[in-house]
């Protein structure tokens, strides 16, 4: 049974920062590309930042370029999202995704690509 828990999230004041983490068991993380999503009250669930399964390739949207920043641990299964300078805008619930495209090292951004996804984390920011 694949997991996908993601763990970091809470209240933060604007212009701090905080990591996310996903912990994943039971696919084999080390060959999934990885994604991050977030989704705002109202709005449909965009994707936020990327990661290949070997670390090689990453992106991440240009809403939070320079204050996110997405890598990953293949020996603890774990993939994180570093965000600074956090904006009241990046309030959402922020879900990981798993990927199974290997060995692709092109990053998904779209919701449908992603098979496996987290139960999400809220990240609410405070101005």
């Known amino acids: 049974q694949v997991q996908l828990v993601e763990s970091g999230g809470g209240l933060v004041q604007a212009g701090g920062s905080t990591t996310l983490s996903c912990a994943a068991s039971g696919l084999p993380f080390g060959t999934s590309n990885m994604g991050w999503f977030r989704q705002a009250p109202g709005k449909e669930r965009e994707f936020v930042s990327g990661i290949d399964w070997s670390s090689r390739n990453t992106y991440v949207i240009d809403s939070v370029k320079g204050r996110f920043t997405i890598s990953r641990d293949n020996g603890k299964n774990t993939v994180y999202l570093r965000m600074n300078s956090l904006k009241a805008e990046d309030t959402a619930v922020y879900y990981c995704?798993?990927?199974?495209?290997?060995?692709?090292?092109?990053?998904?951004?779209?919701?449908?690509?992603?098979?496996?996804w987290g139960q999400g984390t809220q990240v609410t920011v405070s101005s």
């Open positions: 995704a798993a990927d199974r495209s290997f060995p692709s090292h092109a990053l998904a951004r779209t919701v449908n690509a992603y098979e496996y």
